[in-house]
């Protein structure tokens, strides 16, 4: 055990750190989900992209720079710590990509993953149908293969960036005759298939961070597929297992959250309900926690072990946090809380929206409902339901 | 002693939610964020007729001269049904602080035109700086110090504050006081202020238990019908104890609610104590049920397409109206670790 | 609605509170649990009774003094205001009792009510089995007919006072072919019958509150059958409702612990974590929401209303109240908290018993678990499991 | 960067839960409870024989010279069997003080015993009063202001202070500080003393790991075998949703606890911090699983017959010892929002 940096990750710190001084945007990007922000947010990641800094921790070949997942933490925390925008293409870089690099071809690898690095292609995700939410074994949406297409019927629901997105990654029923989590192929749709049809979706704050993705007789070449045919449920754990675990939520994001709750704190704190001091200590405290635990996984994995059932205890923790931290600065915030730009506070911005977004936290890569009975199954060992 | 509503409340209560079911659907609510303005002189006829605003006027100046437990379950009624206009300011703050000034020259024309439903009045004082409505009020209540000012809109202006909760329109109201505008001060006039900050938190407080109550139903409802893993998911136990722990926290704050309200009525010393332990409660309830319906829902709970936030963005922000939970929080833990008094 | 009492409550309150302050012990009485503790505590409910308390809402020929159901709250609130013992009869006036009314015949009211009022008769319960805890339908403890006898085998656990008591009341399988609910019923067991052996169950404090009941072919006569004969179940959810909701835990109990809470701040608070302060106040709010909550029941109750299921909400708000107070209790006294008599300083005197009671506040009289169950399907109409 | 422990402390940890499932059952814990000494001269023994004693005293004195990183997984283990041995008193705060003493000759054959399993040694400081284990102690060092102080027992009168937790033997030990007992003082006395209360809270934050972690499992236990309704109580969400909270707070609390022990083996700047802030989440971790453990045992697991209670006193005892929750809460809230500096 040694939690001090080597000076290489130290230097490889300060490095990124004058990167990011030097590049990241003065102002805050408009929201991804608004055409002109996709299309600024994709800009941005281009940047990323040619400074080095797309995917630090991906192979050279596929446009990162071969760094370990420690190295990954240290970039994201100086990013984070820079303030610089969200990842418009995280269901490519942090999920697909991952699970390209296990389960695709070396030609899937050369097809998708340079682009996705330079997010020439943003990928939306496609889990979730209207009757399969966290029931998602109960999936509907059929490919029936005809020739070497494979020809897609049904309908996806909450696909994260499907908006404006490229390409959607879906996991579909390949034999019609199967059941639950046998029978389901892992495959990958160009959004401009003919047949295919996105419709955005609203949410409660006006903005359309996800869509429904209507497939009729869409037809998508077989080498699409990632995995063996009728194998997607396998790959899609590992891509829910990447989602869950290191890559969703890196902590460096929420140590930055604490560390605005602090100031906010130092702005606010004088006149404010003396119990939100505890609750402020109680964000860096949480935080910290999940920072080094994060560490933890990364030694571990470094060192050749994996991740499984646990992924669900971070999920639940990270995003319990992420609530408590926001209701923390909006109750700190007062009256001034619920007011939208221009007249909100300048020490107000962007704390309303991420309390909205923190509240899907819980909900979003499986309910933590769902991840509570994965822990209890598979972590504790108590019978199934 | 005798802790229950008489069962003219309690059909008051059933009158008020059936106009309200037709007159302010949840489609009513959603129309005045989009495009609608918040006040609805249809629907505040409707109120009128009902006998809502003018509830605590005295007769004499045309009201039903009742008192604020005869108001309370109605009031949880246009919680429930996310009421955009300014019920709580007019008919809860204004009425009685009007009815309260030694000029009754200048109160009863008001009272009058207020139980008529002509008119909707602005209230702004610490703790609720902000005026609701300002925009469609013709008179405005305006504390400075200890002194109550009348000024009709002409005579301020009114800057808006969009909010998260569209139907809540509020204001941020510059004015200059003067003797004209004065019509109450000194020790007077702090009384009628304090009285004013305690309705308003019983009024909010009571919106709030209403739209726990329907976030909860709401939940139920879709917990009944939704299924995954081939059963509904109300049948789950986490689903089913969540929504148990809401019942719980709803069930008893709506009692700390109504006494309130009976101490406001009565004007007992308590009152200003238990008006904040009312709001607090309140605000409490419906945050976690807020939660909890939004958990049972899942991401459909999470769309615009679907009616939930109307409660949920009412919740939060009847949080911060007529005090923060924070500011209640002060007052009480005072009153209650008071060392000159035994708490009761 | 008026929530200020009549002239003639105050002076019911003024005669109660001037009577027990010349009557309660000047000293605590030693533990119900014990021997002497619990001759002690049957001498204070003869005293009681001797001066018109025991019972002060029951008929005056059963003992009481025909008080409503404020009137009992008025008066439990200067009972636990003056720091009056705890109820060893509690069984029996707060739950045998009203059942007994509602469902006995004259002779069993004539026969049990009046030595139960005197506490001459004491009385422990009788539910569970050990594999009828929380599934009380569960019950196998038989009792065949034999004459004009009913014949016992069996056993019931967590029989509370069973140890000291005289009598327990018991639901038993009549009908030895019925199944879950049905065949049961509510029989009354003096302890001193041949063939019932009861074995004390020292709990984690050492104290033995509760007992194992065995019966081993004990006779009971028939006429100490309390309602119909397989009807037991109905008659057992009534006593039960009571249990859960007015009479087991009045609010004034919790009031008092309140205000010693205060007290206790008083001493320590300037010392203490300053979180504690709020959740000193969450004391005060609880316990009062717990106390209108109560009057509200009982206006009700006398306006002839009856209390169904939500008793269930009732018994969860009491038991989790019960155990933040004694935890916020605990978290003042800080190392004091562990420490025993003598050594403990004065104001922790009960904090740490009370603590350690209040833990099976949200196991007994139907777990926490069942009664949200209860709630989500009773009161909300949710769909079984 | 590498944040895990390596397989020499794997292969430690098992050692030492073999031996300590073999010398301290929980009903060797009960036997204390009832009729036996505290202190094991046995159980001791083989704690030395494991090492564990001596793990940080130098090579010189008869030790390993090892460091917190070595030892916090060990620590854990007697939190999960409730070793009732002054072990952390002992080994992780007096051993350090000892060899940070300027004078070795005072020192060495002290450590030298203490590696050997013949002495325990009491300690008590401020926020650490009472000495655990004072009756069985050879040597007490007890902390005067800035003046560390070495007694052999017979100069030291101590009280017993029965505790809940019956294997918890503290005293309040009454003494006389004088020029020959002081062995530091100054700011070499207060370092030495800081260092002991990071030592100390480090320690009984592995133990509550070790119980927290004990809890779940005899909770999981117990809800695998019984059952309710015709299915193991297991298979109900209300259950295993409980547990699985439980297992989250675990989860979290334990890489706090071990950053604290790198932190102190380094004695890097934040190691009070850090200290203070792995105390509060595993005495945290520890009192949720004991109400976890409780709630899923029902009835039986408040009974004195059954082992539950033997770590939920633990639980409970060890949250006041080396620092109450309020006070690390307090020194850490100090640290994280101290202007001076832009919290990490």
Same mark, same amino acid.
Request: hydrophobic content about 40%.
């Given at each position: 055990m040694d939690l001090t940096f080597t000076p290489e990750q130290e230097a490889f710190r300060a490095e990124a750190r004058a990167w990011l001084a030097a590049h990241v945007p003065r102002t805050p990007l408009p929201s991804m989900d608004t055409a002109e922000g996709f299309r600024r947010h994709r800009e941005w990641e281009r940047v990323l992209h040619d400074g080095g800094y797309?995917?630090?921790?991906?192979?050279v070949e596929y446009g990162?720079?071969?760094?370990?997942l420690i190295e990954w933490l240290i970039f994201e925390e100086e990013y984070w710590g820079a303030g610089a925008p969200g990842r418009v293409n995280q269901n490519g870089i942090f999920l697909l990509g991952p699970t390209l690099m296990e389960f695709g071809t070396p030609e899937q690898k050369a097809r998708y993953l340079p682009k996705m690095a330079r997010s020439e292609e943003v990928w939306a995700q496609g889990w979730s149908e209207p009757n399969a939410?966290? $029931?998602?074994?109960?999936?509907?949406t059929s490919a029936r293969l005809d020739g070497d297409h494979y020809v897609l019927n049904g309908q996806k629901t909450w696909?994260?960036?499907?908006?404006?997105? $490229?390409w959607i990654f879906c996991l579909v029923?390949?034999?019609?005759?199967s059941e639950r989590h046998k029978g389901l192929s892992f495959i990958l749709v160009p959004? $401009?298939?003919?047949g295919v049809r996105v419709r955005p979706i609203p949410q409660l704050d006006g903005e359309t961070g996800f869509a429904e993705v209507f497939f009729d007789e869409a037809r998508v070449p077989?080498?699409?597929?990632?995995?063996?045919?009728?194998?997607?449920w396998k790959i899609a754990m590992a891509t829910a297992g990447f989602e869950r675990g290191l890559?969703?939520?890196?902590p460096a994001r929420f140590q930055a959250t604490a560390r605005r709750l602090r100031r906010l704190w130092e702005a606010?704190?004088?006149?404010?309900?003396?119990?939100?001091r505890d609750r402020v200590v109680r964000a860096w405290m949480d935080a910290e926690a999940y920072s080094l635990s994060t560490y933890a996984t990364a030694s571990r994995l470094i060192a050749g072990g994996s991740i499984g059932a646990e992924a669900s205890l971070t999920k639940i923790f990270w995003s319990e946090m992420d609530v408590r931290m926001h209701e923390t600065a909006l109750a700190l915030l007062?009256? $001034?809380?619920g007011l939208l730009p221009p007249?909100?506070?300048?020490?107000?911005?962007g704390w309303l929206d991420g309390f909205l977004f923190s509240l899907a936290g819980p909900i979003y890569a499986g309910t933590n409902e769902i991840q509570r009975n994965v822990i209890a199954e598979r972590v504790l060992g108590l019978p199934r339901d | 002693m005798h802790f229950a509503f008489e069962d003219e409340h309690l059909r008051f209560r059933d009158s008020v939610r059936g106009v309200l079911d037709r007159v302010c659907a949840p489609a009513a609510v959603r129309k005045v964020w989009e495009?609608?303005?918040?006040?609805d002189a249809g629907r505040w006829r409707a109120l009128a007729e009902l006998g809502l605003l003018g509830l605590l006027a005295p007769e004499r100046a045309?009201? =039903?001269? =009742?008192?604020e437990v005869s108001m309370v379950l109605a009031l949880e009624e246009t919680g429930r049904a996310a009421l955009p206009e300014a019920i709580v300011d007019t008919a809860l703050v204004a009425v009685p602080l009007l009815a309260g000034l030694e000029d009754h020259g200048i109160a009863d024309p008001w009272l009058g035109r207020i139980a008529a439903g002509e008119v909707v009045v602005g209230v702004g004082c610490q703790p609720n700086p902000w005026v609701a409505h300002a925009d469609a009020a013709e008179l405005l209540l305006l504390v400075d110090r200890d002194e109550i000012h009348a000024l009709p809109r002409a005579e301020v202006r009114s800057e808006p504050l969009p909010h998260l909760?569209?139907?809540?329109?509020l204001f941020r109201v510059a004015w200059t006081p003067s003797a004209r505008t004065r019509v109450a001060a000194g020790a007077h006039g702090r009384r009628l202020h304090a009285a004013a900050v305690d309705r308003g938190a019983l009024g909010a407080a009571a919106q709030l238990l209403g739209v726990a109550a329907r976030l909860i139903e709401e939940a139920v409802g879709y917990a009944k019908q939704r299924e995954q893993f081939g059963r509904e998911?109300?049948?789950?136990q986490a689903i089913k104890h969540r929504l148990a722990n809401a019942r719980v926290r709803l069930e008893f704050a709506r009692p700390v609610v109504y006494r309130a309200a009976f101490g406001i009525a009565r004007d007992l010393p308590a009152r200003g104590r238990d008006a904040s332990h009312a709001k607090l409660v309140a605000a409490d309830a419906a945050a976690f049920a807020a939660r909890a319906a939004l958990q049972v829902h899942g991401?459909?709970?999470?769309?615009?397409?679907?009616? =939930?936030h109307v409660w949920m963005k009412r919740a939060w922000a009847l949080e911060t109206t007529w005090g923060t939970s924070g500011w209640h929080r002060g007052r009480l833990a005072a009153a209650v670790l008071d060392p000159h008094e035994e708490a009761s």
């Open positions: 797309a995917m630090v921790s991906w192979p990162g720079r071969g760094c370990n939410g966290s $029931d998602m074994a109960a999936i509907r696909c994260s960036r499907a908006a404006f997105a $490229d029923r390949t034999d019609p005759t959004l $401009d298939t003919p077989r080498v699409h597929r990632l995995g063996e045919e009728h194998q997607g890559m969703l939520r890196s606010r704190g004088a006149d404010a309900d003396p119990t939100l007062g009256a $001034d809380a007249v909100a506070p300048p020490e107000a911005a | 495009d609608a303005p918040a006040h045309g009201g =039903l001269g =009742l008192d909760d569209a139907a809540q329109r998911i109300g049948s789950f991401a459909i709970g999470y769309t615009w397409e679907v009616d =939930l």
